[in-house]
């Protein structure tokens, strides 16, 4: 440890040791950092500093912790954002006039392998789950699949869907610390066609969303609108 590290409080001197060893490459992606115990132990400090220095650096997106298992080194996030997100909160919203959406399912589902594994859930566990179609000036403009973890947002189905939308309710409720986006031109299957009043072969660009709060995944959803009608990214004339 450096002098200029002595100089440091000490739950600062435990983040830096931390960072030190994933920076080095000497602790890895997905693998387990010493526990809290330990490290209060090494650095002669009690277990809530210890605590307190490993929270900051998973809120801070350099850990992930998983409640019962330990906590690992996380994958490393995008040094940029490549494209700007369309503010959709503001445009499905009941302050806009033009608004309305359309409920197709509010239940709770059994997670599938691939659900239950974003969501930090085992298979099979129940998840709630809707489907919403936007609409403007009573054009659909986008079709809307979300799950939520049961134990973080107990009352998602007890919601007038009619007078907030589901993320709008989730962002709410829980702010996210941090939120994950990833993009994909797909075609998509009949019943979403329908629902958009599509074509049966129509390009639409499908946007997958991760909600988390500090270590914990909060809810994550499926949103597909026509290609046609998406524009992402900032103005660029050509």
């Not at 007078?163 to 409720?173: E, I, M």
């Not at 996210?176 to 009949?190: F, T």
Request: charged letters at 20%; hydrophobic letters at 40%; glycine letters at 4%.
């Amino acid at each position: 440890m450096t002098q200029a590290m002595y100089s440091l409080p000490r739950y600062a001197q435990i983040k830096a040791f931390i960072k030190n060893k994933i920076e080095s490459g000497q602790w890895k992606t997905g693998e387990r950092i010493p526990s809290e115990n330990q490290l209060s132990e090494d650095f002669s400090v009690s277990r809530m500093t210890a605590r307190r220095a490993v929270q900051e650096l998973a809120d801070e997106g350099l850990l992930l912790r998983s409640p019962g298992a330990g906590t690992f080194v996380a994958e490393p996030r995008s040094s940029a954002s490549v494209v700007e997100l369309p503010d959709f909160n503001h445009q499905f919203s009941f302050n806009n006039p033009q608004y309305s959406n359309r409920i197709v399912t509010l239940d709770a589902i059994a997670a599938e392998r691939s659900i239950a594994f974003l969501l930090g859930l085992t298979e099979g566990e129940p998840v709630h789950h809707s489907v919403l179609v936007h609409s403007i000036a009573s054009v659909p403009v986008q079709w809307e699949e979300c799950f939520v973890s049961p134990s973080r947002v107990p009352a998602y189905l007890k919601q007038n869907y009619q007078k907030v939308t589901p993320q709008a309710y989730l962002d709410w409720l829980v702010p996210p610390s941090r939120v994950e986006h990833q993009l994909q031109a797909v075609i998509p299957d009949i019943a979403i066609t329908g629902a958009l009043g599509l074509t049966a072969i129509s390009p639409c660009i499908k946007i997958t969303r991760r909600h988390w709060r500090q270590d914990r995944v909060i809810s994550v959803s499926r949103s597909i609108a026509p290609g046609a009608s998406c524009r992402i990214g900032t103005e660029l004339l050509l």
